[in-house]
């Protein structure tokens, strides 16, 4: 196997540093958080964000100080640290009372060993578990000029937003992330930069081989969250092929404001359905101004599959999406 450096930064200054230097030595950089994905993408030989199945530089983001952890501001809001795991999101009482979503979305990631070393910049960023790329087909995504998977298996696939590659983002919390209007705070050599959480993720037609805007030399710092306003409510379903130890079939994540029984504001989005979270406005509009019914319910569940295209093995999601939209949307507005 090909050798590379592990490099343990310091600082966010330091990992800049590194990375500039690497790349003036005409190196290929990987960053690692716990490594739960990186580290099998290396030991498998797939490809990664640089091109090359081996990176010559592994920067460990892990040794930064003061990376992982969950800061309140007293004007309200959150910022959390990139390195800050599943796990401690998870657990986190402020984060369970005022953004439900993000801690049921973290605390459904894997199983506890993966959420413990697992972290939140990791789970964003991570490369897609389509079966063609993990197992070495020279996919889109690998480099490549092809999508398998359309005339192969893809049972797992995108039923919106494919094209020319139709994997799914597998991240359980980008679609909390999405709901809860985050920004995402990145550093680089060129400079650090914000970015609103709606324009963080690309659908392959704008860019094929990533998943996001990130360029090579780029890494995620930390998330920050708006105050929670008055009447919010929030929740994260996830449907799967078994009870844990996998991604999700179809997922949901839903912020809801409410004045008194009226849906006042919403956002609406899905997992495991699309290759970047997926947010459906036709079905928020239904909701907004209105008590939530029953009936409601089960035409936003309609709305949110419009526009569906599956493959031939995927129209199962379509029902899914149907169903876990209609009984989450009822539960989370009736819910005290
Ligand atoms: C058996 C198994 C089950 C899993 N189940 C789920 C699941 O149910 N839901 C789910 O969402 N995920 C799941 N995962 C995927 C993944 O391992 C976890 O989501 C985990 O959170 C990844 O975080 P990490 O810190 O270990 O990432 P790493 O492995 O360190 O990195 C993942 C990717 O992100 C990049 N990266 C890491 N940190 C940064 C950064 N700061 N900036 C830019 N890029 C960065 C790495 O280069 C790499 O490409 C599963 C993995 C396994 C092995």
């Not at 892990?62 to 390195?83: H, N, P, T, W, Y």
């Not at 929030?234 to 997922?251: E, G, I, P």
Request: proline letters at 6%; a negative charge.
């Amino acid at each position: 196997m090909k050798t590379f450096t592990n490099q343990n930064p310091g600082t966010v200054d330091e990992a800049i540093e590194l990375v500039r230097t690497a790349r003036e030595d005409g190196h290929s950089v990987s960053f690692a958080g716990g490594g739960t994905d990186l580290l099998q993408l290396v030991k498998e030989r797939v490809v990664n964000r640089s091109g090359q199945d081996v990176p010559d530089v592994l920067v460990n983001l892990k040794s930064l100080e003061g990376v992982d952890q969950v800061s309140f501001s007293s004007l309200g809001g959150v910022a959390i640290g990139g390195l800050t795991t599943l796990s401690n999101l998870a657990n986190n009482p402020r984060i369970l009372d005022d953004y439900k979503v993000l801690a049921e979305a973290a605390g459904q990631v894997g199983t506890p060993q993966i959420r413990n070393a697992g972290t939140l910049a990791g789970n964003v960023c991570q490369r897609p578990w389509c079966w063609y790329y993990r197992n070495g087909f020279p996919c889109y995504k690998a480099g490549g000029n092809e999508c398998f998977s359309i005339a192969g298996e893809n049972q797992l696939h995108a039923i919106f937003g494919g094209g020319p590659s139709f994997i799914v983002h597998p991240s359980d919390v980008a679609p909390a992330l999405v709901a809860l209007d985050a920004t995402f705070n990145v550093a680089g050599p060129s400079g650090n930069r914000v970015i609103s959480s709606s324009d963080f993720f690309v659908l392959p037609r704008d860019n094929v081989q990533h998943e996001n805007v990130l360029s090579d030399d780029e890494f995620l710092i930390s998330v920050d969250l708006p105050a929670p306003p008055n009447g919010l409510k929030s929740t994260y379903h996830k449907v799967m092929d078994r009870d844990a130890w996998t991604h999700a079939l179809v997922s949901v994540a839903v912020v809801m404001e409410m004045d008194g029984d009226i849906c006042s504001a919403v956002k609406i989005v899905l997992g495991g359905v699309a290759p970047e979270p997926w947010r459906v406005p036709s079905a928020e509009a239904l909701l907004i101004g209105n008590v939530v019914t029953e009936e409601l319910a089960r035409s936003v569940g309609e709305a949110a599959v419009s526009g569906a295209r599956p493959l031939a093995k995927n129209a199962y999601k379509i029902p899914l999406v149907r169903g876990v939209v209609a009984r989450t949307v009822l539960a989370l507005a009736t819910s005290v």
